[in-house]
Each structure stands twice: as C-alpha cells, then as structure tokens.
C-alpha cells in the first residue's frame, strides 16, 4: 500500500482548476445578470440542515437514497443538503413579517445527494435556484418560463436548442382517475412511473405496473394519455382546468415559450400543481437540463401562515453538458493581461511599482515571483496568457520609461511610465 493517500477527490465530486473555473465562472456571470435584471435577489444558507426537512417534504428517493446523514457531537440528525428548496421555505418562514410579498430570490448553492455517477449526475453538484414565494399568481408561471428563456439565451442558446415541457399536476391527476381508472391510493406510484416513463423501455414498464395493480388496458390507456399532449385538456372537467394557472397562463400571449406536455410530473414530492422540465434538443444530450414547479405548502413546514413558492433548479452539470454540445462553452480566461519583468533583480521594486500602476489603471498585471532570464520570462508571459509584457530595464527606469510589447505581433516601444497604461491598452485592443 503506498504511503500517500490519493490526489483524486471523493467518487462524484470534483475539483476544478483556474481554466475550468474561468467557464464556470463567466457562465454563472451572466445568469446572475440575468437575474438580477428580473429583480431576483440572492441569498444563501447552510450546507448543513436538519434532515427532517428532507424527510418530511421531498419524498422518498431523496430521504431513503440519496440523502447524506450525519449525527453530530450533539447527537442532532443532519443532512448535507440534497437541494436548496426545503431551506430557503425555512428562511422565508422564518423571516417573513419583514418580508415583502411576493419576494423573487436566487441562489447558488453546492447540493449533495448520494446517486450513482454518470453523465449528467454526481454526487456534489451546484444549483442555481430562482423562486417566487407569496403568490398564487399565473403571472408567476409566465413569469418564470420567460426567466427560462432569458437565461438560456443568457448562456448563447438559441430558440432551437431547447424547449420547456410544462404540466400541470392536478391535470395529471385528473386525467390518470377519470380516464385510466387509477385509484387516490395508486396516484403516487403513478406519478413514480409517468416520471420513469421516457427512462425505461416499454416492457419494464409494464411490470413495473402491474406491480402498481394496473391492469394491461389501464396500462395501454395511461400510455394513450401520456403521449395525447394539448388533445388531453379537451377530456378533462372545465373545473379542473380553471382552476390551473398553467392552462391560464396558455391562454396568454406566452403561451409559445413552452410545450403543454402531460408526461411532466417530476420527482419531487412537494410540487402541488405547475411542474415544467427543460430539455435539450439535440439527441446527443438527451436528459432534462433543469426543472422546477409550484409548491404550495412547503413553509407550511414551518409556520402556520401559507406561503406558496414557485422556482426551480439549473444544475451545473447538466447546463455545462448543453452548452458543449452545442459549442457555447466560453473560452478560460488567461492569467493575465500583463506581465512586467524587470531584467534584474534590484529592479523588482521598479517592477512592483509598475505593476501597481497598471493594476490601477484595470489590466490584470502580475510580477515574476523568482526572476529567470529575461528570455525565459517572456515564454512564461507567454503561456500564462499574458499579451503584453513590460519590460523594465537598468537605463530605461533612470530616465523614467518602460519598454512595452506585444507578445503577439513583438511590436515595441519605450514609454514613460506614465504612458505605460495607455500605450498597453492601444496594443491589447
Ligand atoms: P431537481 O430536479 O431534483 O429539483 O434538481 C434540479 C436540477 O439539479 C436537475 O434538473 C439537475 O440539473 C440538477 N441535479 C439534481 N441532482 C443532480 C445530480 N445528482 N447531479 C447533477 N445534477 C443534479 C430540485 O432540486 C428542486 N429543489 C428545484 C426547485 C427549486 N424547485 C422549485 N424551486
């Protein structure tokens, strides 16, 4: 056995280097300018909570699969969250006499479930969270489906690269009594196999209903129902239809920015009506990209008041997979703009002098750590990613200038100091 103990980070989880966490790093950027464009304001929590909250709401993959427990010292059962929703239903419980209704907020939380590996899931992943609490409003389903499309083409996507699948759950219910014959008791095993619906072939299925107690016509006719998309809303009771924001907010003029699709339910026990998924078009990554619902009762947890919340979550996994499939995946930032490399060392404090000058003026600038040839400098300037370095030289720094050169195109010239900014802007642009 060696000596040493692996470099490679706990299965499912990741480590992420400067070029990778440059991506994620302009990528996130824009959402959050998105967001914050709507007026969504970010908050945060802790990693760690109680793991009734999970038990309780969230249903029983999370709480008996996927759920990372612990008991601390103090003996208290705790979770690494597995999402962000039960928490932030906490805080807005918790806070909301000073709040002002409805409330739009966003996260970015790091959430933990315990899946097994493979494209698209892991273990530790990163979730952008938007949500609406207070309001029983179809104004908020047009609301987010038009975030949707604002942050997809926040990332580059176009049109074509994705679409909203978005049901309704109390349609789905209605739909799977009246026209299939499942009973109250059935409806959440249902649920389970309408959400396992396009991952499984048809045969298992099958079995998997007839576990429920559905019968081979039942089973033929849920199929019937599944694949009807907008045919079903004309076999359902107008008053389960008026009383669905979704099917409201289709007749809108936003009615185009998503697909009504009976086959959405979702897995998460909380959602009480709306429930949408994202999905790629493109074949190649053929997995819901992000989703979310309408959640009626969650704070109900926590306090007596209702508070409804509508929102969902964008993991980074499935978003970082979308945007290579499609070629939008931004460029690593380098390094620096600029290096500046004093040709000896009693000139590293001309050099640091120099540097801060720059910084001031915003170019990202750095200085040699342990000075090599000037030669060797330039090679490092080089794969850093520098485009620019100056040059501080013996005569040049007594009369007051610096030289500066493209590493590009090698152009150069003697400046001073003073100039040195603006002469590097001219060469960089
Ligand atoms: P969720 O569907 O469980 O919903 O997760 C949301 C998204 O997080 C998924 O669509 C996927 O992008 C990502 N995700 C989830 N699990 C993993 C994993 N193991 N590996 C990689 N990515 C993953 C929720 O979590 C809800 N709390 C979202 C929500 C917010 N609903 C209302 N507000």
């Known amino acids: 056995m060696s000596e040493y103990l692996p470099t490679t980070p706990y299965r499912g989880t990741r480590d992420f280097l400067p070029p990778e966490m440059s991506v994620r790093t302009q990528v996130f950027g824009h959402l959050y300018d998105v967001l914050e464009r709507y007026g969504y304001q970010r908050y945060d929590g802790p990693v760690l909570e109680s793991a009734e909250i999970y038990e309780k709401k969230s249903g029983q993959e999370i709480a008996d699969q996927q759920l990372y427990t612990l008991t601390d010292r103090g003996g208290r059962r705790l979770a690494l969250r597995p999402e962000m929703t039960p928490t932030v239903a906490r805080i807005i419980a918790g806070n909301a006499g000073s709040l002002q209704f409805p409330v739009r907020w966003y996260s970015h939380p790091n959430c933990h479930r315990y899946e097994r590996p493979q494209r698209g899931r892991v273990r530790e992943h990163w979730q952008i969270n938007a949500d609406i609490f207070g309001s029983e409003s179809a104004n908020c389903e047009i609301e987010m489906f038009e975030l949707i499309h604002d942050l997809m083409r926040g990332v580059g996507a176009s049109e074509d690269m994705f679409v909203v699948r978005a049901n309704d759950r109390n349609l789905l219910a209605s ?9 109250g008791e059935q409806l959440p095993q249902v649920f389970g196999l309408v959400d396992r619906w396009e991952k499984y072939d048809r045969e298992t299925l099958a079995g998997h209903a007839e576990q429920i107690g559905l019968g081979d016509k039942q089973f033929d006719r849920l199929g019937d129902v599944l694949g009807a998309g907008t045919a ?176 590009a195109t090698r152009e150069q010239q003697v400046v001073p100091l003073s100039g040195a900014a603006s002469a590097l802007a001219e060469l960089l642009n």
Request: aromatic share 6%; hydrophobic share 45%.
């Open 175 to 183: 739909a799977l009594t009246d026209l299939v014959g499942v009973t």
């Open 232 to 407: 079903l809303l004309d076999e359902l009771p107008a008053a389960v239809k008026d009383s669905s924001n979704l099917v409201h907010m289709l007749a809108t003029d936003a009615a185009d920015l998503v697909r009504f699709d009976p086959m959405i339910v979702r897995g998460l026990a909380y959602y009480t009506s709306t429930v949408f998924e994202v999905f790629d078009t493109s074949p190649e990554n053929n997995r819901a990209l992000f989703g979310g619902g309408r959640y009626s009762d969650l704070a109900g947890m926590f306090t007596p008041r209702q508070i409804p919340g509508i929102g969902f979550g964008m993991g980074d996994v499935t978003l970082m997979d979308f945007l290579a499939t499609h070629g939008l995946t931004p460029q690593p930032r380098s390094e620096v703009d600029v290096v500046v490399i004093p040709v000896a060392e009693e000139l590293a404090g001309a050099a640091r002098q120099v540097a801060t000058e720059l910084r001031g003026a915003g170019l990202r600038t750095s200085t040699p750590i342990e000075l090599r040839k000037l030669g060797k400098e330039l090679g490092r300037a080089d794969k850093a990613g520098a485009r620019a370095v100056v040059i501080v030289g013996q005569e040049d720094w007594a009369a007051g200038n610096v030289t500066v050169r493209s590493l």
